[in-house]
């Protein structure tokens, strides 16, 4: 087993309905540690950055608007293989094919409206968490 970190984003639509507390609960649950946190109103220009690898998506620009439409947590999670662990309590992208009892079954309200994302490689986990950490943010 390898420990490693990840990335998570609470999206707006659980911070919205208060979600955070018991998002974050799961999360440890089942082994990740909250190294770094931050809640934050994501600008049209960070989120059409973070989300460039959509851009020629038919889905790109509503993606944007919907992150952009209230505030999000943004997170960086540690524990042994922290990428698996969290894209496994997260569920399937489409709620409707999420496995029971996780974050995405019992919590989104569509599948951009999902409540969470999780970073989906140990790689882009480091690129997703150096956007919005800086080394000095994240504790062990």
């Known amino acids: 087993m390898a420990l ?3 990335f998570s984003i609470i999206k707006p639509d659980a911070t919205r309905r208060n979600l955070t507390g018991q998002i974050n609960a799961r999360l440890e649950a089942v ?30 620009n509503d993606l944007v608007a919907f992150m952009t439409s209230g505030p999000v947590v ?15 309590v997260m569920g399937a992208t489409n709620p ?7 974050i995405r079954k019992d919590f989104a309200e569509s ?21 919005f950490f800086a080394g000095c943010e994240i504790t062990s």
């Open 31 to 60: 082994g990740l540690r909250i190294v770094a946190q931050k809640r934050k109103q994501l600008t049209q220009t960070e989120a059409k950055a973070f989300y460039a690898v959509h851009a020629a998506r038919p889905f790109y």
């Open 74 to 88: 943004l997170q960086v999670l540690e524990g042994e293989n922290a990428v698996l662990a969290n894209r496994e």
């Open 4 to 6: 490693e970190r990840t």
């Open 111 to 131: 599948i951009e409206a999902n409540s969470v994302h999780g970073s989906d490689s140990p790689e882009n986990a480091a690129i997703e968490i150096a956007y």
């Open 96 to 102: 409707a094919d999420a496995a029971e009892g996780t």
